[in-house]
């Protein structure tokens, strides 16, 4: 679902607000674990009849990044490789990387759910700092990064796609993807955005090209914490196997193609 008739403004100390109209804001089905009322589109319930040019295939694409800043893994990437091949819920997965480069990425994402044709597309990211895994609620027109990419860009104040819309809501079930990954034991939580760095300008992009080309492609973003070995050095700072990282995606996965 596109968030119409919102605009990012800024406020003292630099961060970002979001000016909504209620109707848009309190319209946010299947927040609530109720994912027959989610919304895939603009307004556009599940299950309704859409206009696209092909049908999706019974497939998911996991993505993750590759290294960045001084980091020589990305916890992310190790993550869906090792899920790579595998069926969850009658779907075949198909896992890729891509680079940590603003545009780069996203027409990398795009690229691929135009090849690969995937029923469910669910990028993965690098959180540092976090004790969890992260399901990321909201896609945010905006590029405002506070370190460079792989290729030493570093936007401010951005728009990922000129006069798109403010925000998409992930078309994925959210807090059903937390519950499931909770069940298999694995530390999880809804996050209300993704960033505004490469993560968020990939999910933007999925999400903006499935709208546009009227797909009926599930979208969906999760951020993952660090390796134990990226901790090392990092006193205090939490960290997550890589085995337990793949455990919470599988299940998440799982329920996000529940019913398809």
Not at 119 to 129: E, R
Not at 169 to 192: F, G, L, N
Not at 194 to 200: D, E, F, I, L, T
Request: charged share 20%; hydrophobic share 40%; aromatic share 6%.
């Amino acid at each position: 679902m596109c968030i119409a008739g919102s605009f990012p403004a800024r406020i003292p100390g630099g961060e970002y607000f979001f000016l909504l109209r209620p109707v848009a804001l309190f319209r946010e089905a299947g927040q609530n674990g109720d994912s027959d009322q989610h919304l895939t589109g603009c307004g556009l319930p599940r299950g309704a009849p859409v206009a696209r040019g092909r049908d999706v295939l019974r497939r998911v694409l996991l993505t993750g990044f590759d290294a960045f800043s001084k980091e020589t893994v990305n916890p992310s990437s190790q993550a869906v490789s090792r899920l790579a091949g595998e069926n969850i819920g009658g779907l075949s997965v198909k896992a890729r990387e891509l680079p940590t480069v603003f545009s780069a990425a996203g027409d990398m994402i795009r690229g691929l759910i135009d090849d690969l044709q995937p029923a469910v597309v669910i990028s993965c990211g690098q959180a540092g700092g976090a004790h969890d895994i992260r399901i990321e609620r909201l896609a945010v027109n905006i590029r405002d990064a506070r370190r460079p990419d792989n290729a030493g860009n570093k936007p401010v104040d951005e728009e990922i796609a000129a006069g798109g819309p403010a925000a998409y809501w992930a078309s994925v079930p959210t807090k059903d993807m937390v519950r499931a990954a909770r069940e298999a034991q694995i530390p999880a939580r809804v996050s209300c955005t993704a960033g505004s760095y490469v993560c968020n300008d990939v999910f933007y992009a999925a999400c903006h090209h499935v709208q546009v080309n009227h797909l009926s492609t599930r979208v969906g973003f999760i951020h993952v914490p660090y390796l134990p070995e990226q901790v090392v050095e990092k006193a205090r700072t939490p960290s997550m196997s890589v085995q337990s990282i793949s455990a919470g995606l599988r299940a998440a996965v799982g329920a996000a193609v529940r019913g398809l």
